[in-house]
């Protein structure tokens, strides 16, 4: 598909939705026969009825994703074997690729210029990174006594829950099921209700490449029945998960109320972008605090919502990132020219514009957008917007806005800067920019924060974890091998020689 708006619209004309479960290998209704609508944001339109997975479904599946992982079939297959496979399977997404871009922007109003050149080659470079680690892979013999041999190995953990949002849909996929699968793990995926299309036409190239039958179930359905459903359920032995905090402590809740399931989770963030007065460049500065505040309309869970910036630079900083923004187009996610596209839904939209008012009634200059736009093409657009002279104890800095909303927070010493950085509940990401190398190394060690990248915006790539402090996370990574192992058991095997 070339991406130009024209071949982008016919091409999402003519596509094809996959709407029902994926169990077993097949796909299936839910067995209430139930659906839900699933909308586009751009339109405000219904796009298509998916099934509405419940507490029977998830049975099924998990019962399908538990015999093949005791059947041995995946979980025991050759290491070299299961690596092919799962390379063949990021060919066919790989050959998918427009489709899968078309589905995420559809579903979730992301410009389709960042799925079709970020979220899907990053979702195939996941599982085809997992893949080619899956046979380089040693385990440990550890330095006993001549009498004795004890070796130290990973096995895969069973049957793997996999819970995720609507933001980046392909992608956070790719992120649990890269790692789990690669370590033999059998998945069951439910995607965010609102988008759960690219997901199910991913379990079906899985079974295409020739993964077999329920090794990577999908099951649609709501947070409140499918997601707590596999979050309780007692033959599920982890569910990785990735949202909000908020819903993340209700699965600690369910391992803690069913079978101790091992939980990790990835969650919010309200991250720092620090700006010292050294600042290399500050157009570049101005570059990336652009993209880290409104790259997917602030629907990121690294976005960089708080610019703390030296008072010297403040001024001619927030003038280059205005003038910056201001190009950033906003509309149809289908137009390949837009940077931004629709917010994921109409609760969310007010949701956003709630926290916009909040910003002015407490007092923060507004210098740019803070209106909806574009309301008579039915979507939910939202300017980039720009709050000025915000203190760290405001509403708008403290909580996670989910939107193209950059609060603004100046500074003067470097002590001072570090403290408001991590004046936050969160610690998911941090951006620093400074010329000074000593500095550079001390901030990034002070700030508190998974990931913290320098004179630049970064989540880093897929050979680093990526993950939260405080409540930004917990107990997990995704990428790298870090993530990969986090899917497997660690098991002692202890032998009397003499
Ligand atoms: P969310 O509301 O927490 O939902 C996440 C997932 O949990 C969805 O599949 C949701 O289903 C399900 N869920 C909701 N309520 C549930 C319940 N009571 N029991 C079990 N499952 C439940 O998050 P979201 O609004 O989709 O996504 C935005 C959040 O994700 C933000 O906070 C963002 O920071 C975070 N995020 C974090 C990362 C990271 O890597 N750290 C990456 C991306 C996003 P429904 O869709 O049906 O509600
Ligand atoms: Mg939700």
Redesign the pocket.
Known sequence: MKLEYSAVKSAARKLKFRTQAFIDGKFVNAQSGKTFTTENPATGKPLAQVAACDTTDIDCAVMAARRVFEAGTWSRMKPADRKKLLLKYADLLEANASELALLDTLEAGKPIGDCATMDIPDTILCIRWHAEAIDKLYSHVSPTGPENLALILREPVGVVGC??????PAQ?AAWKIGPALAAGNSVVL?????TSLSAIRMAELAAEAGVPAGVFNVVP????TA??AL?RHPDVDMVA????????R??LM?SAESNLKRIIL????KSPQVVFADAPDLDGVANNAVGAAFWNMGE???CGSRLIVHKKIKDELVEKIAKLAKTWKVGDPLDPQNRLGAMIEKPHLEKVLGYIEAGKAEGARLTLGGRRILEKTGGYYVEPTIFDKVSNRMKIARE?I?GPVLSVISFTTEEEAVAIANDTNYG?AASLYTRDLNRAHRVSRAIRAGTVSVNCFSEGDITTP???FKA??FAGR?KSIWAHEQYTELKTIWMQLA
Do not use: H, R
């Open positions: 819970v995720i949002p609507w933001n980046f956070m439910k995607p965010a209700e609102l359905g709501l947070g409140e997601g707590q979050g998960f990735t949202g909000s905090t908020e819903v993340g209700y699965f369910y990835e969650c919010g963030g990121n869970c690294s996670e989910f998911l990526f993950g939260g930004s996370g995704d």
